[in-house]
């Protein structure tokens, strides 16, 4: 492999990603040396980039790329603006195509419809009569599925609560309404995708194949996928030996991603790409997430609840708001919506533990937050064993007990741009800090920030911007938990690869391999794109 150096641009140089104008030298795939000062040395090939920037790769480790790769095999749900927009796309997809094993559509905005609800299984069966549906909501922990697509998914259509309890939403006749949430909802995915692989024959690899391809046109040398169900595991071994992209996932249970983890016993045995095995445990859910909040809150969420529905001229957001379950106490309230108990949750991270299984643990609300790392503690699992998704309401205490156990913490700014309005509409930011990396840094938490995608976006450039500014349509959100340019770009790339123990953790240095995202400019301006993904000194992509 010949040698290659870079001037002219502004290399992010060094465990700290400090900006300097510095030449840059590769050899063996691998960073050979770098300088401000002393005059560059001779190479085999001599790439002059003035105005460009190179960072060190980004590594996201929170990124569905086996779910992301199918989306645009289905519908973007983003853009409808109310319920008769819903059904009216549900009868043109139906009226398109008439072979597809599932009618899927994502991203579904529903806290933006004036009915704030979403078509439940009888309106779905009048728009696309005996097709199995499925409208995902933007969070991916809630959807509407047709009667049709509850039968092939194998979710009972009467009785009681069952095993799925109040994830399928009933009438008062116990009869399923179409609405389906966390384990319910990760069953019906896991079947609509598992078909729609299996209608795309094989094409699978070529879609993944895609899905790789997006990445590196973003400067993301590293996806790590933090759920594949174990009989997709060949998949992704198959990806990662035809793509130049480093691969690297976490199993779970068959049935779908939030359904209650099985044990370390059924974890297939590996190898999970570049990096350990792992496996995702979720503490809580989505729009039921664990929260705890002071006890005005209660008053204070309705007010915005109200505030909401008088914005949008429907009932939707006041309906929301008065389903959710709210305990209330003479200091606090919370929401019951813990998926584990503690002594259920510290069995299986023992478990997992001691067959040395990283666990990513999904916790957005700071009840939950606060359960996983009590019990990460209590249990004494090691900080390399632990990490922890998106810590996205956060109360005083709670970052310093995430500090004690070691763990690092994945979060996702760029859920600001996207979801900022809807949270300050319901004034949950009065009484929780939302999205607080400058917190979670200041306690001494190893902060990783990653994208979350297809829930939020991919661009790790727009997430770096969402870090640093905060803002959204409309506003920002808490601008004093913003990170200096510094700490955003080391949260994604060589804390991010640290918490993976992947390639990466020691930037732009001496002895790293050198995976590269060269941008045109500035990453932190508006304007600025990646042109050319470099991985292990080769140019994997370029524009």
């Given at each position: 492999?010949?040698s290659?150096?870079?001037?002219?641009?502004?290399?992010?140089?060094?465990?700290?990603?400090?900006?300097?104008?510095?030449?840059?030298?590769?050899?063996?795939?691998?960073?050979?040396?770098?300088?401000?000062t002393?005059?560059?040395?001779?190479?085999?090939?001599?790439?002059?980039?003035?105005?460009?920037?190179?960072?060190?790769?980004?590594?996201?480790?929170?990124?569905?790329?086996?779910?992301?790769?199918?989306?645009?095999?289905?519908?973007?749900?983003?853009?409808?603006?109310?319920?008769?927009?819903?059904?009216?796309?549900?009868?043109?997809?139906?009226?398109?195509d008439?072979?597809?094993?599932?009618?899927?559509?994502?991203?579904?905005?529903?806290?933006?419809?004036?009915?704030?609800?979403?078509?439940?299984?009888r309106?779905?069966?009048?728009?696309?009569?005996?097709?199995?549906?499925?409208?995902?909501?933007?969070?991916?922990?809630r959807g509407?599925?047709?009667?049709?697509?509850l039968?092939?998914?194998?979710l009972?259509?009467r009785?009681?609560?069952g095993?799925?309890?109040?994830?399928?939403?009933?009438?008062?006749?116990?009869?399923p309404?179409?609405?389906?949430?966390?384990?319910?909802?990760?069953?019906?995915?896991?079947?609509?995708l598992?078909?729609?692989?299996?209608?795309a024959?094989?094409?699978?690899g070529?879609v993944?194949?895609?899905q790789?391809?997006?990445?590196?046109?973003?400067?993301?040398?590293?996806a790590?996928?933090?759920?594949?169900?174990?009989?997709?595991?060949?998949?992704?071994?198959?990806?990662?030996?035809?793509?130049?992209?480093r691969?690297s996932?976490?199993?779970?249970?068959?049935?779908?991603?939030?359904?209650?983890?099985?044990?370390?016993?059924?974890?297939p045995?590996?190898?999970?790409?570049?990096s350990?095995?792992?496996?995702?445990?979720?503490a809580?859910?989505?729009?039921?997430?664990?929260?705890?909040?002071?006890?005005?809150?209660?008053?204070?969420?309705l007010?915005?609840?109200v505030q909401?529905?008088l914005?949008?001229?429907g009932?939707g957001?006041?309906?929301?708001?008065l389903?959710?379950r709210?305990?209330?106490?003479?200091?606090?309230?919370?929401?019951?919506y813990?998926?584990?108990?503690?002594?259920?949750l510290?069995?299986?991270?023992?478990?997992?533990?001691?067959?040395?299984?990283?666990?990513?643990?999904?916790?957005l609300?700071?009840?939950?937050?606060?359960?996983?790392?009590?019990?990460?503690?209590q249990?004494?699992?090691?900080p390399?064993?632990?990490a922890?998704?998106?810590?996205?309401?956060?109360d005083?205490?709670?970052?310093?007990?995430v500090?004690?156990?070691?763990?690092?913490?994945?979060?996702?700014p760029?859920?600001?741009p996207?979801?900022g309005?809807?949270?300050?509409?319901?004034?949950?930011?009065r009484?929780a800090?939302?999205?607080?990396?400058?917190?979670?840094?200041?306690?001494?938490?190893?902060?990783?920030?990653?994208?979350d995608h297809?829930?939020?976006?991919?661009?790790p450039l727009a997430?770096?911007?969402a870090a640093a500014?905060?803002?959204y349509?409309g506003?920002?959100?808490?601008?004093?938990?913003?990170?200096?340019?510094?700490?955003?770009?080391?949260?994604?790339?060589?804390?991010?690869?640290a918490?993976?123990?992947?390639?990466g953790?020691?930037?732009?240095?001496?002895?790293?391999?050198?995976?590269?995202?060269?941008?045109?400019g500035?990453?932190?301006?508006?304007?600025?794109r990646?042109?050319?993904?470099?991985?292990?000194?080769?140019?994997?992509?370029?524009?």
């Open positions: 492999m010949s290659q150096l870079i001037t002219g641009a502004t290399v992010w140089a060094g465990p700290a990603c400090t900006p300097q104008r510095a030449w840059l030298l590769l050899d063996g795939g691998r960073i050979a040396g770098t300088s401000t002393s005059p560059p040395p001779a190479a085999d090939q001599v790439l002059d980039l003035p105005g460009c920037h190179v960072l060190p790769g980004f590594t996201d480790v929170h990124l569905h790329l086996t779910q992301a790769a199918w989306y645009p095999h289905g519908g973007d749900a983003w853009r409808w603006r109310d319920l008769a927009e819903a059904l009216d796309a549900v009868r043109a997809a139906a009226a398109a008439p072979a597809a094993p599932w009618l899927l559509f994502w991203d579904a905005a529903r806290w933006r419809w004036p009915e704030g609800r979403l078509p439940t299984a309106e779905l069966d009048a728009a696309a009569p005996g097709r199995a549906v499925l409208i995902a909501t933007a969070d991916m922990h509407a599925v047709s009667t049709a697509g039968a092939t998914a194998g009972p259509a009785g009681g609560a095993e799925y309890g109040d994830d399928i939403t009933r009438d008062r006749r116990g009869r309404t179409g609405e389906v949430w966390e384990a319910a909802f990760g069953v019906a995915l896991q079947r609509a598992a078909d729609t692989q299996a209608h024959g094989g094409g699978v070529a993944l194949a895609a790789a391809r997006r990445c590196l046109a973003l400067g993301i040398t590293h790590h996928d933090p759920y594949v169900p174990p009989d997709w595991h060949q998949q992704m071994a198959a990806l990662r030996s035809a793509t130049p992209l691969l996932w976490a199993t779970g249970p068959a049935a779908g991603m939030h359904s209650p983890a099985p044990g370390p016993d059924t974890a045995r590996g190898p999970y790409g570049d350990g095995r792992e496996v995702k445990l979720f809580d859910g989505g729009d039921r997430c664990a929260l705890r909040l002071p006890s005005r809150a209660a008053l204070g969420l007010r915005g609840a909401q529905s914005r949008l001229r009932p957001p006041l309906r929301e708001a389903g959710r709210l305990v209330i106490r003479p200091r606090h309230v919370h929401t019951p813990l998926r584990y108990t503690d002594a259920d510290a069995r299986l991270m023992d478990r997992y533990a001691g067959a040395g299984i990283r666990m990513r643990i999904h916790a609300g700071n009840l939950a937050g606060e359960q996983a790392a009590r019990l990460l503690q249990v004494g699992v090691p390399a064993l632990a922890i998704d998106h810590l996205m309401l956060l005083p205490a709670t970052p310093d007990r500090a004690a156990t070691g763990a690092a913490v994945s979060y996702q760029g859920f600001i996207r979801y309005g809807m949270l300050t509409g319901m004034r949950i930011d009484y800090t939302m999205l607080g990396g400058r917190r979670l840094l200041q306690a001494g938490v190893p902060l990783v920030l990653s994208s297809p829930s939020g976006p991919l661009d997430n770096l911007r500014d905060r803002r349509p506003g920002e959100l808490q601008p004093e938990q913003a990170l200096t340019r510094e700490q955003a770009v080391r949260a994604a790339t060589v804390t991010a690869a918490s993976l123990g992947a390639p953790a020691g930037g732009i240095c001496p002895g790293e391999l050198a995976d590269l995202a060269i941008c045109d500035d990453p932190f301006a508006p304007a600025t990646v042109t050319q993904t470099w991985v292990a000194g080769t140019a994997a992509w370029s524009r």
